[in-house]
């Protein structure tokens, strides 16, 4: 195929782009991180599109998009900045696929449009996001769902909604983790006796090679790991590793945001992100059960177990520290 990838130079982009490669698909990305390469064009989304650039695209003769393109984190970001790289990417980029008659796209969103209020989700679940993330990656996908019903007859969309994806080379919240207990005395908060959510990396690049092959009408997936694990199911994982330790001490998250209400000043004054916010502990303290056997029961084998890819992540830490 013929495939043109947006947010082809971020974590999981860069290694969906090495593996669809290695399938012998034409790849041409577009990212805008400044790169001198083959096959790329250094492009924001949020900007209209040049009609140079469409010119060059045109020519390509697209079999499909995969959209990955968004803003992400939580540092210094406000509803402006995720309306600005999600929903205004997406019109942007909705237009350009029908001058560019693309007919099929994987659109990555988010397990947030479903909300953080302790449940079970599938895909079934009520659609009620309660940050400005998961707010705006529902818009996006109100606007590619409205693109394939322009066309349903020959449109096909499918819309991922990966959890919190962790693996080498990202230094978000499993970074995060690692970090705290490769210290000599960690700590944690609570008991860490609730399931979260998480999916490696090198499964979210299975899954959407998965879908490449599988596009009919429009579907919708929940994508994380399974077994689902529990927060200390995870510590233990990584405790297993020589190089880091199981927690000494539980704070009790009412005192863990007291302490984090200091480290935000800090952050303020010295404009530089310390680490520790209130919307990180009540991101770390909330249960996040989202299941994925919809997935599961269209045929999708997940290759890589839970408790590898965290050590494995756990051995790159150790390397790069």
């Keep these: ?40 064009f250094c492009h924001d989304l949020s900007d209209n599109i040049t009609s140079e650039l469409f010119k060059v695209l045109n020519n390509y003769n697209f079999d499909i998009l995969i959209h990955l393109a ?7 970001l406000g509803y402006k900045d995720f309306y600005k790289d999600n929903v205004l990417a997406s019109s942007r980029l909705t237009k350009l696929t029908e001058s560019l008659n693309i007919s099929s796209v994987i659109m990555y969103s988010t397990v947030s449009v479903y909300g953080h209020n302790n449940q079970l989700k599938s895909e079934d679940a009520e659609l009620k996001p309660n940050n400005s993330y998961g707010e705006t990656k529902l818009e996006s996908e109100k606007l590619f769902i409205k693109w394939f019903n322009l066309n ?22 499993m970074y995060n983790l690692l970090n705290q207990l490769n210290r000599k005395l960690p700590l944690t908060i609570g008991n860490g006796n609730y399931i979260k959510s998480m999916i490696a990396v090198e ?11 599988k596009m009919k009408g429009i579907q919708i997936y929940n994508c ?10 995870v ?28 480290f935000e000043f800090l ?24 299941r994925s056997e919809k997935l599961q029961k269209s045929g999708y084998i997940q290759n890589f177990s839970i408790k ?14």
């Design 235 to 262: 510590i233990n994982y990584i405790s297993d590793i020589d190089g880091f330790n199981k927690p000494v001490l539980s704070l009790p998250k009412w005192l863990a945001l007291i302490i984090s209400l200091f």
């Design 70 to 76: 968004a803003a992400k984190g939580d540092y210094n």
């Design 152 to 173: 349903s007859s020959k449109n096909k969309l499918t819309i991922l909604r990966p959890s919190v994806i962790y693996g080498e080379n990202n230094y978000a919240n």
């Design 267 to 290: 952050s303020f004054v010295f404009s530089k992100d310390l680490g520790i916010t209130r919307e990180r502990i009540y991101k770390f303290t909330m249960p996040t059960d989202y």
């Design 224 to 233: 994380t790991d399974s077994p689902y694990p529990k927060l200390k199911e």
């Design 203 to 213: 499964n979210i690049v299975d899954i959407t090679i998965f879908c490449l092959k």
């Design 308 to 321: 590898d890819r965290i050590q494995n992540m756990a051995k790159w830490y150790l390397t790069i520290k």
């Design 1 to 40: 195929m013929k495939i043109l990838l947006t947010g082809s130079e971020g974590f999981v982009g860069s290694m969906l782009q090495e593996s669809l490669t290695n399938e012998n698909h034409t790849v041409i990305c577009l990212d805008r991180v400044k790169k001198n390469k083959t096959n790329y």
